[in-house]
């Protein structure tokens, strides 16, 4: 596994516990969720380039 497959693997599953579902979380709304998913986003693009 190189490191770029690594830090994709993290960043999903950060991305899954950031969904506001629990009750102390759901007054921050999507805005955890919203920053890792765009994270989440420029690394898959790093990907594909071949740049990570």
């Known amino acids: 596994m190189t490191i ?3 830090l994709l693997i993290v960043l999903i599953l ?3 516990g950031a969904l506001p579902t629990w009750p102390h ?3 921050w709304g999507y ?3 919203g920053l890792l998913g765009i994270v989440l986003i420029v690394v898959i693009v790093l990907l ?3 740049r990570l």
């Open 4 to 6: 770029g497959t690594i």
């Open 14 to 16: 950060l991305l899954i």
């Open 25 to 27: 979380s759901r007054e």
């Open 31 to 33: 805005r955890p969720t």
């Open 48 to 50: 594909l380039m071949g």
